[in-house]
């Protein structure tokens, strides 16, 4: 059977009715309300912060004695800028993130599909992946210099074990969420195996598998402070960890908001991506 064929009649059985796409009609963006909303929550914690740490608030479990002030954070912030250092910093970090997230993106959803599908699969594979997800990044670290010949190669694959679980849940999730009547429907029509997995599993499954990639490109930056403390002379985490070893407590939370800003930029923009592969949704209507 023909892909054409199968894409002329799958979708018109997920095909919402007039009704309801008219109820599924395209979300305008955020109103000016929901923006200021949002920037005011932002400027209130800013502000706590601000209150906190100049009256060097201590209660008792919690103490703001020595947390630098949102201002001191910014002049530190501002000579890092200056600072040519900053981009050796960024560009390492990117690469050894990017790196470990897109193996891990290949293996996860590979084995996502493999495993959401195929009880013989699940069986074999699901076990010993369970018993590896709970490890966490830092209990990879003599591991993964003993298995690497190279630091480099091993701070990759830190953020490789933090990018994988959620991009391979996710992606059982939606494999196993494919509708039997797609599945049935395809078959129907002649589809055989690699038909109705590049046709209607693949294609159900985008929105889990896209949602399980933006998560592990959070947690990839969740893990690079780990996988930096390894070797190395740059990177984000590598400036964050040698600050605390410093004591200097400003370039400390400026460590901290650079991968917090560059981990949710970067999952933004694979979420945009997953959009753009998926246009079905940008008109309201899911498989």
């Given at each position: 059977?023909?892909?054409?064929?199968?894409?002329?009649?799958?979708?018109?059985?997920?095909?919402?009715?007039?009704?309801?796409?008219?109820?599924?009609?395209?979300?305008?963006?955020?109103?000016?309300?929901?923006?200021?909303l949002?920037?005011?929550a932002?400027?209130?914690?800013?502000?706590?912060?601000?209150l906190?740490?100049?009256?060097?608030?201590d209660?008792?479990?919690?103490?703001?004695r020595?947390?630098?002030?949102p201002?001191?954070v910014?002049?530190a912030?501002?000579?890092?800028?200056?600072?040519?250092?900053?981009?050796?910093?960024?560009?390492?970090?990117l690469?050894?993130?990017?790196?470990?997230?897109?193996?891990?993106?290949?293996?996860?959803?590979?084995?996502?599909?493999?495993?959401?599908?195929?009880?013989?699969?699940?069986?074999?594979?699901?076990p010993?992946?369970?018993?590896?997800?709970?490890?966490p990044a830092?209990?990879?670290?003599?591991?993964?210099?003993?298995?690497?010949?190279?630091?480099?190669?091993?701070?990759?694959?830190?953020?490789?074990?933090?990018?994988?679980?959620?991009?391979?849940?996710?992606?059982?999730?939606?494999?196993?969420g494919?509708?039997?009547?797609?599945?049935?429907?395809?078959?129907?029509?002649?589809?055989?195996?690699?038909?109705?997995?590049?046709?209607?599993v693949?294609p159900?499954?985008?929105?889990?598998?896209?949602?399980?990639a933006?998560?592990?490109?959070?947690?990839?930056?969740?893990?690079?402070?780990t996988?930096?403390?390894?070797?190395?002379?740059?990177?984000?985490?590598?400036?964050?960890?040698?600050?605390?070893?410093?004591?200097?407590?400003?370039?400390?939370v400026?460590?901290?908001?650079l991968?917090?800003?560059?981990?949710?930029?970067?999952?933004?923009?694979?979420?945009?991506?997953?959009?753009?592969?998926?246009?079905?949704?940008?008109?309201?209507?899911?498989?």
């Open positions: 059977m023909s892909s054409a064929a199968i894409d002329a009649a799958v979708p018109a059985l997920a095909a919402p009715s007039a009704p309801g796409r008219r109820r599924l009609a395209h979300r305008p963006g955020l109103p000016l309300r929901r923006l200021a949002r920037a005011g932002l400027g209130l914690g800013l502000l706590g912060w601000h906190a740490a100049s009256h060097r608030l209660l008792g479990l919690v103490t703001f020595n947390v630098p002030a201002l001191d910014a002049r912030l501002a000579a890092l800028v200056q600072s040519p250092k900053l981009g050796a910093h960024i560009g390492a970090s690469g050894r993130v990017l790196g470990g997230f897109l193996v891990a993106l290949a293996a996860g959803v590979g084995l996502g599909l493999a495993i959401g599908r195929s009880r013989t699969a699940r069986d074999l594979l699901l010993p992946l369970e018993v590896l997800r709970p490890i830092v209990a990879w670290i003599p591991l993964a210099i003993l298995m690497f010949p190279s630091s480099e190669l091993s701070m990759v694959f830190i953020t490789f074990t933090g990018a994988l679980f959620p991009i391979l849940l996710n992606t059982v999730h939606g494999a196993e494919v509708s039997p009547r797609l599945v049935a429907s395809a078959r129907s029509l002649g589809a055989r195996h690699w038909a109705i997995l590049r046709e209607v693949i159900s499954a985008a929105q889990s598998i896209v949602t399980g933006a998560i592990g490109m959070g947690t990839a930056w969740f893990c690079l402070v996988a930096e403390m390894i070797s190395g002379q740059y990177g984000i985490g590598y400036f964050t960890w040698e600050s605390y070893t410093l004591q200097n407590y400003d370039d400390i400026v460590g901290m908001l991968i917090g800003l560059l981990g949710m930029g970067s999952s933004a923009l694979v979420r945009a991506a997953g959009r753009l592969a998926m246009p079905w949704t940008r008109a309201g209507i899911r498989s």
